[in-house]
């Protein structure tokens, strides 16, 4: 195998750091893949998780670039909301970057 450039270095550290997850973040992740804007609630009634799990997941996920909040006031004007939505192509990158080490 050859060596790595830096940049090819710098970009597996960074996918290995990303993937070091639990199973519950990576579920978390597929929550908010598949639903487009979620909610907290929404991750924790999906995954039968406390609140204070899924912001720990939805915070790591965030902080690794593969999901994006977007603040806004709730339907029912009772304060602010938070959606997560996933960064697809944030996904797709640390994919393609882990398959091309992997194969």
Known sequence: MSALSAA???RLDEACATIAATPARLRTLRVVMDG???TAKDVMEALDLTRSAVGYHLTALTEAGMIHERRATHPRGRGPIIYWSADREAIHDLRDTLNKHLT
Request: glycine fraction near 16%.
């Open 36 to 38: 487009g804007d979620v």
């Open 8 to 10: 090819d270095a710098a």
